[in-house]
Structure formats: C-alpha cells, structure tokens
C-alpha cells in the first residue's frame, strides 16, 4: 500500500521540474534554428508499415505558418547551439554571449512523436552547433534520428543537417536514416567564405555534398541517369559506403538541399543565380533556400543593414523557380543586361521585355514550352491551356473561364477576341502599362482642384455662390 | 413533373439520376428526402431508394454503375464536388454527367463549358480544404492512445479526409468530430467509419495534454523570425475561420 502511494508523489515532483527543463531547450533551440529557412516535407515518399507511426506525403504538407508568415511543417530545432565555430553572421557563434542549451537524443525523439500524433508536425528537421567536433556531433545527431526510426517506428519526415567535416562513414549512416539532408553553403563564394566563416571552407561543405550525390545515384540508377560504376565488384576506397544499404530506396529518399544567405557579401544575382544552376545540374540538389540576411551580430566584416533585403529574396526565389521549373538558364536571363534581377517587375517579364521578337504567342498554337514563357503564365494555366484546346479552339473569354489570370499575361498572348491594344507595344510602353498595374510602384491619386496649377479658392468661391 | 428523391448520400443521389441518364434524360428537380423546403407546386411522381447506410468505398468505385464515358477522373470530380453540398448541386452533377455521357469520355478537357467548370471548381474548393485540414486539423489526447480532434469545414470533407488519418496514424485510436455537421469519424485501429448524430459537448483532456500544448505554443512563438514579422501573410495563409480549433495562436 505504501509503494502505491509514494510512487506517484514522487514522480510528480520530478515532474515539473523536467518540463521547465524541457521548456527553456525547446525556447531556445528553436529560437536558434529559425534562421534556417528550409521548411519543405515534400519530394519524398514513405509508406506506413504496419505498426509502425506516420508517412510522408510526396506532396509536402504545411501544419501552420508562423507570425512571420513562413510555413512550419516540421519541428525545426538545433540538436544543440554550443558551437566550435566562429562565423560573423551566425547568432551561435562562440564568441557571442548568448543562452546555450542541448537536448538528449530521448528528449527530441519524445518530443518529435508527441507532437506529431497530434498533427502539429510533418516531421523533424534536425541540425545542430559543433560540439566538440563535427564526428561527436554527427553521432549524436545520429542516435536522435535512430532512437525515431528504431525504437519509436517513425515514419515521418526527417531533415537532418550534414556536418561539415564529419566522417564520411557517418554521412552514410545518416542518410540512411534521414529523408533529406542538407549542408548549408551559408555563402555564395570561397572568399567570402574564408572572410566570414574562417572555421569552414568550401571544400568542406562541396565534398560531403557531391558524395551524397554520388552514394544517391547509385542506389537510384533509374532516377538519376547512369551509375557511376559500371560493376559492384569495384567498390572500395574511402568513397564507398562502410555498409550495404537494406533497401534500395533508403538513402536520402528526399535529396539534398542548401540556403545561401543574401546581402551579408558581395555577390551579385547572376553570380548567385550561377551557383544555383551548377548546384541544380551538378550537385543535383532539389532545393537551394535563399536567406535574406538580417543582422543580429556587429561586425566590421558585414554590412550595416537597417532592414533585410526581403524584396532581392523574393526575386531570387522567383529566378530560381525560372531555373528549375520552367526550363530558363541563368546566362538567358542576363543577357545583354544588368547582373541583377530588375526590382520592379518579376524575372519572366524583365525576360520577356528583352524578347519582344518571341511575342506575342498564339494560344491555340504555341508548345507547352513557349506558353511556359509568357509572363503571368503558370505550371497549371499552361497546363489547362493545353489540355483544353484539344477539345476546341479557345477564345479570350475561354482563357478567362479557364481561370487563367490575363493581368500581365494579355500583353503577350494572342487569341481570337484578344485586344488590340495590348499587343505588339514596344517594350518601353509596355514596361510603362505592367508598372502601372503593379501594386505599390504607382499609385493612382484622385485629382484635386487645388493641384491644378493658377488656380485660386476665392474664384472657385465666387463661382459656386455667383457672388464677386 | 419529374421531382426525384434520395437519401442524401452520393450513392443515392447516382442510383435515382442512373435510369434518366441512360435515356439521356435530366429531371425537373432533385431533393433531398428530409429536405427543409419542399418543392412548390410538385406533383409527387417520387423515386425513394432504401440505402441510407453510408457507402464512401462504393462512392468512389466508377464501375458500379458502369456509365459509359464516366472515368475515373469525372467520377471523382462529380463526388468531391457533391461533398461541397452547394445548394443545386445535384441538379448541377447531373447536367455534368449526362454531358460526360453524350461526349462519350474525356469531359473534362471541356473546363470552358459552364457544366463542367461548376463542378470542377467546386471539387478544387472540396479538395483543397481537405489539404488544408490535413495540416490544420490538431489532435488532443484524451485517454490511453485516444485521440480527438474537432473541426468546423465548409465542405463535407469528412469521408475524403479520414483516410489520410488512417494511413498516417494508424497505430492510435481517434476521432475527428466535424461539429457543422454533427458527425464524426471513428478510427480503432482496425476500420474507420462515419457516425452521425455525434455528441457536441467536448471530452476531457489527458493529464499529459495541457503541457504538450504550451510546448507546441512555446516552439510557435519563438520560430517566428521578429525582424520578418508578416501577419497578414500569416492570416492569408490561415484564414481566422480555422483559428477556433487550433492549439496554437496565430495573429500575435
């Protein structure tokens, strides 16, 4: 009788205690993560064994957005933010005076599970300051995400951050395990690389990528072109994995990705925009995260900033897109121009008003690939467009049953209804008419009396009572 | 006049609108049996089938009827967009099935024809709000392995979104409790199924619960970048009407 009584009490004073505890890691490790912009659960697929917690939807779903407008869909938290490392632009670094916390591998995978089996989260999305070393670190990374799949069954997403320098052996291991990995570029070039972040080098950051590229194609040779190795029988040398993978789709179902953080160096938007592209082609990465730097660190190596560059951001987003979706290549989006991206109007326009020889483009006859070109056109208007004129020639007024927004798009398409004079107008004119419609470039202004010019309120008096 | 009547289910609705779409026929009025207001002046030819049970799987079987020209894509869409349960919607699925039948196959390439961009349309709105809710939707724990979570859709999402839960959780019990509508769906671990007329009051949370949230809310707060602060993107994203159920608390 006594043992049932003196239980309980004592797990209840322990109680609290350990929640505080869990509280302040969870406060200021996610705090710590935030910058960190990658959010997406998507490009990945796993199917529930039975008994076993969760899939991954291919599709990527997004669980809430926070104040800032940014979609959470999974617990993005650092393992820990005590670090070895000193880089000018992260708020981590040791040098700054800041609250430090660490989780324990159990204390993230309990956590990870009871949020996901209410449905908060789509999964995890795991990195982490160096603790010690970049091998200590990664093994500790490791036993989180083990403890999740092995001891939890969970089948969710995981998004776990490479550490840069860390054994190749424990790369493998971990991506094995993980959905996505990432290693963070952080910097669009070495200089700037050595300059502020002098613990790290690209090398350090190239190599780990490239041999997961390397460890993926070979256990995707469908999805991704050719083996690099003509026979299993030639493995060996440090490149190779320490241990057969069970499944042949285990590794990194999900691909790489990388962020690069915008306005904290020099580098322009072609540049930047260059880099991607060689990263999408040779790293075959699936994602490059942009990050608009924002300053939290004073340091003579960086740029003084009152507010982040948030505009410069959502452009290389939308070149980015261009790069990956719509078939653009960086030196076509450049040509005979400026190497950056035109504040004003979007990529595709800024395209588009350099080429006015391509438009305007005819509707019922132009390939998929052409009405991708035509700016205020997306993926699912040129998709629609092509499958419904097999049914039968459409007109303007189809286009627009057919939900596709014409607002830039009627300059530069041409259908049976289509009006005159929005077509053919020389770029100059046109770049007038699109700024025009812009919201918040030029607002229009309801005339007053009082501005024009020699006018006199006492006449104006006179003449509304007749009086002089 | 020819007024026919079903039971309220899709399944029903197909069943009476089957024998006038094989002539090539539209009824003069469609409704429901225990509709509010009934017609006026409707002479009484009535067609009343007897399935009242709730058949989701037969629902999305294309098959069952054997349409000629109804593939699985217009089925899909016929379905998604009854589950919006616009007023006139069945009026509208039959419109768009008997044009499904004269084109003999491929009618939704017609997405300019009024019949058809009424139901597609409507199945987006069905079908996004399911995506949505597979985010939004928050469950709470209230016993051993139990879980139950409330929502207030617009559409009728419940038959379509329940078995993404399945897949998903299917180690733990649950409930998602529609209160619009008054209907729940039940998941043990073995089978799912649709329960109507379920209970409004709300059950009592598990002791661990009341921390898990603060920890949910604590992680929302501080993954918020300050210097990017954009609540108005963050409402457009979820719109207040969802605000109700969630745990956490947007628009701070």
Redesign the interface.
Known sequence: MANVITTPTRSTEQEPER?TG??AK??IL??A???DVSCASSGSSR??A??????V?A?G?????????????L??VLFTNYCAYDCAYCMNRRSNDIERASFTPEELAE?TI??Y????I?GLFLSSGILGNPDYTMELLIRSVRLLREVHRFSGYIHLKGIPGADPALLFEAGSLVDRMSLNLELPSQSSLQLLAPDKSKEQILLPMSRIRDWHREHHPLKNGPSLLTSHASVSGPMQPCKPVAQASAFVPGGQSTQIIIGASPEDDRQILTLSENLYKKMQLKRVYYS?Y?QYNHDSRLPEFQQ?P?LREHRLYQADWLLRFYHFSVAELFENGAPSLDSDLDPKIMWALRHPEMFPVDVNRADFAMLLRVPGLGMISAQ?IV??R???K?SYS?LI??GVVLKRARFFLLAPGSTNTDLGLDPQLLRRRLLASEPGVIKPIQLSLNDVPGFQPEIWKSAVTGQL | MNILRYDGSFYGLISVLVPYLQRGQLPDGIERENARQPMLFAPEEEQTTSLSSFSADLARDPQAFRLPGVGNETWLNAWHAFLSESPGIEQAIARYLLLAIEKRG?VD????D?RV?LIQRLARRVTFER?RF????????IGADL?Y?SIASDNFILPILAPF?V??????QWIIHDRRRAIAAIYDRRTWTIIERAATDLPVDSP?ED??Q???Q?????????????????Q???PKKYWHD???K???
């Open positions: 929640l869990i509280f969870l406060r996610s705090a993560a935030r910058y199917k529930s039975p008994g076993s917690l969760g899939n939807a599709s779903i997004c669980h809430s957005w926070a104040a800032d407008g940014r979609c959470i869909s617990l993005k956590l009871s949020f089996r209410r449905n908060y789509e608009a924002i982040p948030l629609r499958r419904a097999r049914a039968g459409l189809d049953k057919l | 491929g390439s017609f997405m300019a009024d961009r995506h597979m985010g939004l939707l928050r469950f709470r724990s879980y979570a839960f897949k998903r959780f299917s180690d733990q661990e921390a898990t603060q920890l949910w604590c992680f929302f707060d501080s993954i918020a970048v300050r210097e990017r602060l954009n609540l108005a993107l963050q457009k994203c979820i969630l745990i956490e947007p628009g701070r």
